[in-house]
């Protein structure tokens, strides 16, 4: 393992030369794809927090959502444009308590936070573009599986994640079953519906007709899909809240000091779609944004095992569905179905009037059901077997 310095290749609004933080990186060579091929001299940025026991029984992996990263808990500074996404939730005394607890959060493949993706250097010297293949969330979790192994890790006390880092805990589960004792999926789903996959289609479509977009090879333009970007996190956006939400918060207010009537301003709904677009912009690259939505849509653990429901019997981890009352995107009966479809499965359910997003808002009420859950954590053993189940 090693800590380097070095940036990524980035595009964007971002800067060549922008410091990465404090991350490590393991380099685990070629990675074999679920599509066929291998991915070349792959390599993993993760981040961890407290200390790995002597047994490694007492590690737990967070999995990140579509463009988060490993960044879970800690200040903003260099490379590191925000705090933690679920900041509150990890740290010494907290809910999952690093005094106790080895946690572990790695940046998936494709990703544009230091992990192997579309922005990195291929083996000719230039940035993979429009040539990074295809990666599907098995093969994400095929990296960390590699990863855990580099840190000796054979069996997570729990996993968790949402939305599409709830599809890698799912995958996870039933790929390496003896490796995970608790599955924590929050606002995610076994397999993606046509719905979540239909609201994914207008934003590739937005990246990919942008001009900027040079057909993903916009690295040595030095500007890249930026107005796509723009619309796809805007339709995103919309789909991360609740209607209720939106309604009370903004209803048909004029921003401030615009007047929309006649086309010349926004109403406030616009002003807040037009700062997510804005601040997602200068923190990501496009071509990540696309090969993780198309990972999203291929989602489906029982792709080539029989069926979702074969998939699941498969599991025998303690299985947490949670689902988010007000979420339109992830509906609670997906988490529902989740949790009757394995072994050993409960839901539960976070109030918040927040949507999706609510599984990273309402850190109180996700911090309550993870200490509930690591107090009846299973101590794991060590030796067991790893070997994934096709």
Same mark, same amino acid.
């Given at each position: 393992m090693t800590v380097i310095d070095d940036p990524p290749v980035v595009s964007g609004a971002w800067r060549e030369g922008d410091p990465v933080g404090h991350r490590q990186f393991a380099d685990l060579g070629d990675l074999r794809l679920e599509r066929g091929g291998a991915l070349p001299a792959v390599r993993v940025a993760y981040e961890t927090w407290g200390r790995l026991n002597d047994t490694a029984s007492n590690a737990v992996l967070i999995e990140h959502a579509l463009t988060g990263d490993s960044h879970v808990a800690g200040a903003a500074g260099p490379g590191h444009r925000s705090p933690g996404w679920w900041e509150g939730l990890v740290g010494p005394g907290r809910d999952i308590d690093t005094d106790h607890w080895f946690v572990v959060a790695a940046n998936v493949i494709g990703g544009c936070q230091g992990s192997t993706g579309p922005a990195s250097t291929a083996p000719d010297g230039r940035p993979w573009g429009s040539r990074f293949p295809f990666v599907t969330v098995r093969d994400q979790v095929a990296a960390e599986a590699a990863l855990a192994d580099r840190l000796g890790i054979d069996r997570w006390t729990m996993v968790i994640g949402g939305s599409m880092g709830g599809m890698r805990v799912i995958e996870w589960a039933v790929t390496f079953p003896d490796r995970v004792a608790q599955a924590v999926v929050l606002a995610s789903t076994a397999a993606s519906t046509a719905d979540q996959i239909a609201w994914a289609q207008p934003q590739l479509l937005a990246i990919r007709a942008d001009p900027d977009f040079a057909g993903g090879d916009y690295y040595d333009q030095g500007r890249g899909p930026q107005a796509g970007m723009g619309i796809a @996190?805007? #339709? *995103?956006?919309?789909?991360?809240?609740s209607a209720s939400e939106l309604d009370d918060r903004f209803g048909r207010e004029p921003q401030p000091g615009e007047d929309p009537l006649g086309g010349h301003g926004r109403y406030a709904i616009e002003s807040y779609l037009d700062y997510h677009s804005e601040k997602l912009g200068r923190r990501f690259d496009a071509n990540s944004?696309?090969?993780?939505?198309?990972?999203?849509?291929?989602?489906?653990?029982?792709?080539?095992?029989?069926?979702?429901?074969?998939?699941?019997?498969?599991?025998?981890? @303690?299985? #947490? *569905?949670?689902?988010v009352d007000s979420d339109r995107l992830y509906p609670v009966e997906q988490s529902a179905a989740l949790a009757h479809g394995v072994a050993n499965g409960e839901l539960r359910t976070i109030h918040s009037p927040c949507g999706h997003d609510g599984f990273l808002i309402e850190v109180d009420q996700v911090?309550?059901?993870?200490?509930?859950?690591?107090?009846?954590?299973?101590?794991?053993g060590v030796g067991r077997d790893s070997t994934p189940i096709r």
């Open positions: @996190r805007r #339709i *995103a956006q919309a789909t991360y809240r944004y696309l090969v993780l939505t198309e990972a999203m849509n291929s989602h489906d653990v029982g792709r080539g095992r029989g069926g979702v429901a074969a998939a699941l019997a498969r599991v025998t981890a @303690r299985v #947490i *569905a949670v689902g911090g309550a059901l993870v200490r509930d859950s690591l107090v009846n954590a299973e101590q794991p």
